[in-house]
């Protein structure tokens, strides 16, 4: 739900790692926001072809989750620039692993590849190699399908002090996002945009929500093979345009390698070369008779 004078989220406004507070003053105020019943904040923004889906703990103050779903499937190298964004600072050494078919289904995300990074956050690829779907990344492993979760009612969830919720806790919660809406971003009043009012579920006795079902710790277990799609960090077929799965890509860098072998087979001849010269002139010195002495 844009407006118009609004400037909408971009990619590149997201700074990891960040949080709700640092949200609410330097991104957009043109979202959408749902208090979930796991005592979580959705936010959505609309940014071009792409909706940005951020899930914020209120206890901890950090996201849970990011969801860029693009409206038609992205380019790879559009996707890649996102990619890179996601994971700043955490992907060096790291690499992209395919996973099986419905492996993932629990969590609700299709055929993908996943990136595990450094701080122990995961990223999931939706779609194939050379296009993306949607791009899932998650703090922690993953235990259940969050897009299946339900708005919060007055008897579910916690407050931000950890204590279950009671009657009005939710309400709290609600009014205080819809608070954070209105603080400044870069110096410059936003008028948020207009939330329909929580409707409320009656209840006698208030109870918490009851704790997640535990999930088994191999929802990853059936992981294949690595797949070609490197983070770009220090990819430089990458920058150079070239396209590492082509066969002629493979012929370049076949050809290139046997020009290094013979570049490293001739230092090591000359070198060797040397050492016999070098020995050679050594045995000869040591061949030499004694020069005499000129008698007087």
Same mark, same amino acid.
Request: hydrophobic share 35%; with cysteine.
């Given at each position: 739900?844009?407006?118009?004078?609004?400037?909408?989220?971009?990619?590149?406004?997201?700074?990891?790692?960040?949080?709700?507070?640092?949200?609410?003053?330097?991104?957009?105020?043109?979202?959408?926001?749902?208090?979930?019943?796991?005592?979580?904040?959705?936010?959505?923004?609309?940014?071009?072809?792409?909706?940005?889906?951020?899930?914020?703990?209120?206890?901890?103050?950090?996201?849970?989750?990011?969801?860029?779903?693009?409206?038609?499937?992205?380019?790879?190298?559009?996707?890649?620039?996102?990619?890179?964004?996601?994971?700043?600072?955490?992907?060096?050494?790291?690499?992209?692993?395919?996973?099986?078919?419905?492996?993932?289904?629990?969590?609700?995300?299709?055929?993908?590849?996943?990136?595990?990074?450094?701080?122990?956050?995961?990223?999931?690829?939706?779609?194939?190699?050379?296009?993306?779907?949607?791009?899932?990344?998650?703090?922690?492993?993953?235990?259940?399908?969050?897009?299946?979760?339900?708005?919060?009612?007055?008897?579910?969830?916690?407050?931000?002090?950890?204590?279950?919720?009671?009657?009005?806790?939710?309400?709290?919660?609600?009014?205080?996002?819809? /608070?954070? +809406?209105?603080?400044?971003? =870069?110096?410059?009043?936003?008028? @948020?945009?207009? $939330?329909?009012?929580? #409707?409320?579920?009656?209840?006698?006795?208030?109870?918490?929500?009851?704790?997640?079902?535990?999930?088994?710790?191999?929802?990853?277990?059936?992981?294949?093979?690595?797949?070609?799609?490197?983070?770009?960090?220090?990819?430089?077929?990458?920058?150079?345009?070239?396209?590492?799965?082509?066969?002629?890509?493979?012929?370049?860098?076949?050809?290139?390698?046997?020009?290094?072998?013979?570049?490293?087979?001739?230092?090591?001849?000359?070198?060797?070369?040397?050492? /016999?010269? +070098?020995?050679?002139?050594? =045995?000869?010195?040591?061949?030499? @008779?004694?020069? $005499?002495?000129?008698? #007087?």
């Amino acid at each position: 739900m844009s407006m118009a004078g609004v400037q909408a989220l971009e990619m590149s406004e997201i700074k990891m790692p960040f949080t709700r507070s640092y949200a609410d003053r330097n991104f957009s105020k043109d979202y959408d926001f749902r208090v979930l019943e796991d005592s979580t904040v959705r936010r959505t923004w609309q940014s071009g072809n792409k909706s940005i889906i951020i899930d914020f703990d209120i206890r901890t103050d950090k996201p849970v989750c990011i969801f860029v779903d693009y409206d038609s499937a992205a380019a790879k190298m559009e996707a890649l620039a996102d990619v890179k964004i996601l994971t700043e600072g955490n992907r060096d050494g790291v690499a992209w692993t395919r996973i099986k078919s419905g492996s993932t289904s629990k969590i609700g995300i299709g055929d993908c590849r996943l990136m595990r990074l450094n701080d122990g956050a995961m990223l999931f690829w939706e779609g194939g190699a050379d296009e993306c779907e949607r791009l899932c990344w998650f703090a922690q492993r993953p235990n259940k399908d969050r897009m299946k979760l339900s708005n919060a009612t007055e008897t579910q969830g916690h407050t931000a002090m950890g204590k279950a919720a009671g009657s009005g806790a939710f309400k709290q919660l609600w009014d205080d996002e819809r /608070r954070r +809406q209105k603080i400044e971003v =870069a110096g410059k009043p936003r008028k @948020p945009v207009a $939330q329909p009012e929580p #409707k409320h579920t009656p209840s006698a006795v208030p109870r918490p929500a009851p704790a997640p079902a535990p999930e088994p710790d191999d929802i990853f277990a059936d992981e294949t093979e690595t797949v070609v799609i490197k983070n770009n960090k220090n990819n430089l077929l990458e920058v150079i345009g070239l396209d590492v799965n082509s066969e002629t890509t493979k012929w370049i860098l076949l050809g290139a390698g046997f020009v290094i072998l013979i570049i490293i087979m001739n230092v090591i001849s000359s070198s060797r070369r040397k050492a /016999r010269q +070098q020995a050679a002139f050594e =045995a000869l010195l040591q061949q030499r @008779p004694p020069r $005499q002495r000129c008698r #007087k």
